[in-house]
T-cell receptor, first 112, second 119 residues
Framework: QKEVEQDPGPLSVPEGAIVSLNCTYS??????FMWYRQYSRKGPELLMY????GNKEDGRFTAQVDKSSKYISLFIRDSQPSDSATYLC????????????FGTGTRLQVTL | DGGITQSPKYLFRKEGQNVTLSCEQN?????MYWYRQDPGQGLRLIYY???????QKGDIAEGYSVSREKKESFPLTVTSAQKNPTAFYLC??????????????????FGAGSRLTVL
C-alpha cells in the first residue's frame, strides 16, 4: 500500500464548477501538506501549503487537512479552462527536511 | 528572474550510454533534489544534497550518480546500469538551515524538466 493515495482521474468538469481533489495517507506523522499544480510537460509549481489540521484559503483555492481521518482536500471554485492540469499532493514529517512524499497526481480537465 | 534551469529539455540515448542532465539554480537555495516522474507513479526521489560536496541517496538511486561541486549546480548522470531510464526527470531546490527548514514546509521549486528517451 502506498503511503499517499490519490485518484489519478482524469476528472472532467464544466467551466465554473467547484472542483474537489483529494488525497489520503497512512503515516500519522505527516505534518506539512502541499498541493502542486503541473501543466503538461512542465515542472510542478506550488499552489498551497498547510501545517497540521485546518483550512487555508487563497483566492479561488482552499486547502483542507483532516488529520484525524488522514485526508486532505483541495477545492477550486469557479473553475477555469486554465486550471486544466495535474494536481499533486505532497506531505512530510517534521524534521525530515529533505523528503517529501508525493501522490501520483490527479489530472483535471475543465471544459468550456 | 530567479529560477531553476534544466537542460536539455529532450534527450535521446542509446542503450549502454551514460548521459548527464544539467540543473542550475540562481535562487541561492541550499538544498537541491532530483526526482523521476513516471505515469501512474508520481514523483520518486533519486538523490538530494543539502550542502556543497555532500549528497544522499533517495528512494531509487541505483543506476544514477550526482555531484555537488557548486551551490548552484547539481548535475545528474544516468548510467548504463539504470535498467529503465526512460522517464521525465525533475530537478528542484529549497531553502534549508541546519538540516531543518526555516519555513517548516520545505517548499520545493522545480525546474521545467528533462525528458529522457532510451532508444
Amino acid at each position: 500500500q502506498k503511503e499517499v493515495e490519490q485518484d489519478p482521474g482524469p476528472l472532467s468538469v464544466p467551466e465554473g464548477a467547484i472542483v474537489s481533489l483529494n488525497c489520503t495517507y497512512s503515516n500519522s506523522a505527516f505534518q506539512y501538506f502541499m498541493w502542486y499544480r503541473q501543466y503538461s510537460r512542465k515542472g510542478p509549481e506550488l499552489l498551497m501549503y498547510t501545517y497540521s489540521s485546518g483550512n487555508k484559503e487563497d483566492g479561488r483555492f482552499t486547502a483542507q487537512v483532516d488529520k484525524s481521518s488522514k485526508y486532505i482536500s483541495l477545492f477550486i471554485r469557479d473553475s477555469q479552462p486554465s486550471d486544466s492540469a495535474t494536481y499533486l499532493c505532497a506531505m512530510r514529517m517534521t524534521g525530515t527536511a529533505s523528503k517529501l512524499t508525493f501522490g501520483t497526481g490527479t489530472r483535471l480537465q475543465v471544459t468550456l | 528572474d530567479g529560477g531553476i534551469t534544466q537542460s536539455p529539455k529532450y534527450l535521446f540515448r542509446k542503450e549502454g550510454q551514460n548521459v548527464t542532465l544539467s540543473c542550475e539554480q540562481n535562487l541561492n537555495h541550499d538544498a537541491m533534489y532530483w526526482y523521476r516522474q513516471d505515469p501512474g507513479q508520481g514523483l520518486r526521489l533519486i538523490y538530494y544534497s543539502q550542502i556543497v560536496n555532500d549528497f544522499q541517496k533517495g528512494d531509487i538511486a541505483e543506476g544514477y550518480s550526482v555531484s555537488r561541486e557548486k551551490k548552484e549546480s547539481f548535475p545528474l548522470t544516468v548510467t548504463s546500469a539504470q535498467k529503465n531510464p526512460t522517464a521525465f526527470y525533475l530537478c528542484a531546490s529549497s531553502i534549508l538551515a541546519g538540516g531543518y527548514s526555516l519555513s517548516g514546509a520545505n517548499v520545493l521549486t522545480f525546474g521545467a524538466g528533462s525528458r529522457l528517451t532510451v532508444l
